[in-house]
């Protein structure tokens, strides 16, 4: 398996992009960034994306995609895979042919660029080759996070935007999962502001992965916000963990 980052960011400046991460060219986790990170070929290549939840910076590169592959005349589908709640706010607050035109029945109801797939948590199903299971995690918003696995069964975890949580560990102890992607988007003096907004500091990150069964060989941080970057590297540096690293936009990495 590998991911390639094509946005890793809390927030959108200069350099730095919203999150989307491409498992094998062919399935997406979020959807912050699109269209201005993968050219025309790899943009036909993509088939499914996994989507934590419905928030502007998770969600902007897909309009683009859909209207990319609607006027090249593709004939792609994208399938967007969410528990039943984050794809409701998909079709009545984007997709709802005011905001951006309804992709369900473009460029034609039988072969639209658009479809929606909801899943269940705790619930393995397939997608292409891989199993995936989804996870409620706690944000402010319905919000999940993913479990990949491939067929040698090794696994990533995924968190999305998400505050202290418990059942995504308790899914991620079940399987052999090889890294896990996980937010941290606030320095600790800003621990109020984190747990208001459902979001991870350093401190809580300690805390959260003191709850794993084990911790996963290797664990990247996303999702800082780019103001406090210095800030939230030095206290995430301060914890002492070989294992972390900070997750680049452009880098590819194999499981």
Same mark, same amino acid.
């Given at each position: ?13 200069p ?17 912050g ?18 989507l ?9 590169g897909?309009p683009?995609?859909?209207d ?8 792609? %589908?994208v399938?967007?895979l #969410? =528990? ?7 079709? +009545?607050? /984007?997709?709802?042919? &005011?905001?951006?035109?309804d992709?369900t ?24 080759e891989?199993?995936?299971v ?5 944000h402010t ?23 202290p ?26 621990? %109020?502001?984190a747990?208001? #907004? =459902? ?6 990150l300690? +805390?959260? /992965?003191?709850?794993? &069964?084990?911790?996963p ?7 800082l ?6 800030e ?12 972390i ?11």
């Open positions: 398996m590998k991911i390639k980052v094509l946005g890793a960011s809390g927030s959108e400046v350099g730095h992009s919203c999150p989307a991460l491409l498992i094998d060219g062919k399935i997406l986790l979020d959807a960034t699109i269209a201005v990170a993968l050219n025309i070929r790899e943009e036909r290549s993509l088939r499914h994306i996994l934590t939840h419905a928030h502007f910076d998770h969600i902007k897909i683009f995609l859909l990319n592959l609607v006027t090249r005349n593709t004939g792609n %589908t399938t967007v #969410s =528990g039943r709640d984050v794809l409701d706010d998909l079709r +009545k607050n /984007i997709f709802n042919g &005011r905001i951006w035109p992709f029945r473009l460029p034609d109801p039988a072969h639209p660029a658009l479809q929606y797939r909801a899943i269940r948590p705790e619930r393995p199903v397939k997608v292409d891989y199993s995936v989804m996870e409620r995690v706690h918003v319905p919000a999940y996070g993913y479990i990949v696995e491939d067929g040698a069964r090794k696994a990533v975890g995924y968190t999305g935007d998400t505050g949580t418990d059942r995504f560990w308790k899914s991620m102890a079940a399987r052999d999962v090889k890294c896990l992607i996980v937010e941290t988007s606030f320095p600790d003096r800003l621990e %109020t502001l747990l208001a #907004s =459902g979001h991870l500091t350093p401190s809580l300690e +805390k959260e /992965i003191a709850k794993m &069964r084990p911790p060989p290797k664990i990247y941080v996303m999702h916000k780019p103001q406090y970057l210095s939230i590297e030095a206290e995430v540096e301060a914890l002492g963990r070989g294992n690293e900070f997750l680049k936009e452009g880098e590819v990495i194999g499981l």
